[in-house]
């Protein structure tokens, strides 16, 4: 099957009020003057029209914590991010997608295919515990202090219940390099953003991607300086930048396209069961109708994911609409606390341009 089109279109065409887009524009500029971020792209769109690209801010508008650059650099909606968790749901659609050819099963122990996982007391845990965070694992581990891989292998596990983590998902990229005998890198490369399209979606280094943070201690791990182009997570750093976690950069329009063909049952890289088995509660990567990020998008099956530097991706079947998000909220510092109402309130306007515009993408008489 080819890749989905994805085709730049008026509010009209893809069937979304054009007042409720005016609105999201206006809530996307406002952000970078606001202190919110240093730069953002938003693309949003509702069947194969993209309604919306628009940047907003600085590709690089600080040379240090305290130091604004002398010539700050527009972001355009071609800038590059870097997706920090974002990651995760590539890594999660690989997964599904070695499941569908029968190279793993995602119920079986992860320690099947990764034997050094299964030390520890890990060795009942299954491929889809990782997927849905319920293995039991820590949120992370200090790879950042001069460890290598045998500090996720000696770990026991330390939680019960639903917990966010980061280990899951590392050990997820190296479970996929083992089945497949491939780096994680060509694997998204050959499997999912070639296939796709996704020409200037990829693991670094990227030179031209936004600018991140000014990263020292003690307010990050470690002590880099300002980050531009390279893994701002600093576990994938230490671990080479390409992790099934985190490491990934990539482009708004380039995400949107990725969203369009999960919403037409999976394009070139998935069948429509796998997708389902990604977007449907409890998602497998795919956190669901979140509010707190999907606003008046989540209630009905809405499925997306966010990153630490500011990312974010919402898809929502129900209505065939999509938004992606991308900023740079740690730049040239990280925020305290991190503030998701942005996200949400995007979310909330494109959900309510679909509710308002009722006719079908790409009727006349759509608004």
């Known amino acids: 099957m080819a890749a989905p089109r994805l085709t730049p279109g008026t509010p009209g065409q893809a069937g979304l009020d054009a007042g ?40 690089l508008r600080w ?103 980061d280990l899951g998902f590392l050990a997820l990229g ?11 890198d060509a694997l998204v490369r050959e499997e999912i953003t070639g296939p796709l399209g996704m020409a200037h979606t990829g693991y670094g280094p990227v030179p031209r991607a936004a600018a991140t943070e000014d990263q020292r201690r003690p307010r990050a791990r470690a002590d880099r300086g300002l980050l531009r182009g390279v893994v701002h997570d600093e576990n994938a750093h230490a671990l080479g930048g390409v992790t099934g976690h985190a490491g990934l950069f990539g482009t708004a329009r380039d995400l949107a396209v990725l969203c369009r063909a999960l919403l037409t049952g999976g394009g070139p890289v998935l069948r429509p069961g796998s997708v389902a088995l990604l977007l449907d509660a409890p998602g497998l990567g795919f956190a669901v109708d979140q509010p707190w990020f999907m606003g008046e998008l989540a209630g009905r099956g809405a499925a997306g994911h ?30 305290a606390p991190p503030d998701s109402r942005p996200r949400a309130t995007a979310a909330t306007q494109l959900a309510r341009a679909a509710r308002a515009a009722c006719p079908a993408p790409g009727t006349d008489s759509a608004r």
């Open 63 to 165: 040379v240090s914590a305290d130091t604004e650059a002398a010539d700050p650099e527009p972001v355009t909606v071609d800038t590059p991010f870097d997706l920090a968790s974002l990651t995760k749901l590539v890594t999660a659609l690989l997964t599904v997608r070695q499941a569908e050819r029968g190279v793993l099963e995602l119920d079986a122990e992860v320690a099947r295919y990764l034997p050094e996982f299964g030390a520890a007391g890990k060795g009942r845990v299954t491929v889809r515990q990782l997927l849905t965070h319920t293995s039991g694992l820590a949120p992370q581990l200090p790879f950042h202090d001069g460890h290598g891989w045998e500090l996720l292998w000696r770990e026991p596990l330390t939680r019960t219940g639903p917990c966010y983590s």
């Open 306 to 335: 966010t990153g630490f530097t500011g990312t974010s991706l919402v898809l929502d079947r129900a209505s065939d609409t999509f938004l992606v998000l991308l900023a740079t909220t740690v730049h040239p510092v990280r925020p």
């Open 174 to 184: 190296r479970l996929l390099e083992r089945v497949t005998g491939r780096p994680l």
């Open 20 to 59: 409720e887009l005016a609105a999201l524009v206006r809530t996307v500029d406002a952000l970078p003057g606001r202190g919110w971020c240093g730069g953002v792209v938003v693309a949003a769109g509702r069947g194969p029209y993209l309604a919306v690209e628009h940047a907003a801010g600085w590709a």
